[in-house]
């Protein structure tokens, strides 16, 4: 079965750069899409396709995936910003998730 | 705007069986897939499985064949999962989720927690 491989936390100082990672074998070949969790509530979509951001999303999102790796990329982190990120994609009929990341903003 | 609405937390005890309700409106029901996510405690999100609402076909995770059920009713834009053979590690949140164009998941609903203990 298909797994996806993401740093259980990472830490950004506030107003810097958070990127978080998700590995899968040859990940840049499939549709990878990533939610925000943050705790008692259900996820938000944040990224979906790669690249694209829903509406209401902040441009400050943004997303890449290449290779063997997918990246979710954070700018000016604001409190606010700090929750689990999960990213997803489908291996066949069946969907998958990454273990997620616990993003701090410092 | 579209809303998924879910039953109410559950306690169950080992080795019986759930039923959780999602209740979606705001949209044409038939035409997305529900989809079922579950998360324990502390933990991630696992995918259960999926039902098309138009015909009822479903898809089941390996891991839960033989003991998830998914179904719909059409009239009142409802999906049901019912899991049985209840153990300790089912313990969890689980969520309905839109399914998006077989991809990704738009809308979620709020999750249902449901408990199992002796």
């Known amino acids: ?106 | 705007q579209v809303q998924l609405v879910q039953s109410g937390a559950e306690v169950k005890t080992p080795g019986a069986s759930v039923k959780v309700s999602c209740k979606a409106s705001g949209y044409t029901f038939t035409n997305y897939y529900m989809h079922w996510v579950r998360q324990a405690p502390g933990q991630g999100l696992e995918w259960m499985g999926m039902i098309n609402p138009s015909g009822g076909s479903t898809y089941y995770a390996q891991k839960f064949q033989g003991i998830f059920t998914m179904t719909r009713d059409t009239s009142t834009s409802t999906v049901y999962m019912e899991l049985s053979s209840l153990r300790s590690e089912d313990t969890a949140v689980y969520y309905c989720a839109r399914g998006y164009s077989g991809s990704f998941y738009d809308y979620w609903g709020q999750g249902a927690l449901v408990t199992v203990s002796s």
């Not at chain 1, 790796?69 to 990213?87: N, P, S």
């Open chain 1, 1 to 106: 079965s298909y797994e996806l491989t993401q740093p259980l936390s990472v830490s950004v100082a506030l107003g810097q750069t958070a990127r978080i990672t998700c590995g899968g074998n040859n990940i840049g070949s499939k549709n990878v899409h990533w939610y925000q969790q943050k705790p008692g509530q259900a996820p938000v979509l944040v990224i979906y396709r790669d690249t694209n951001r829903p509406s209401g999303i902040p441009e400050r999102f943004s997303g890449s995936n290449s290779g063997n790796t997918a990246t979710l990329t954070i700018t000016r982190a604001q409190a606010g910003d700090e929750a689990d990120y999960y990213c997803q994609v489908w291996d066949g009929s069946t969907a998958v998730f990454g273990g997620g990341t616990k993003l701090t903003v410092l």
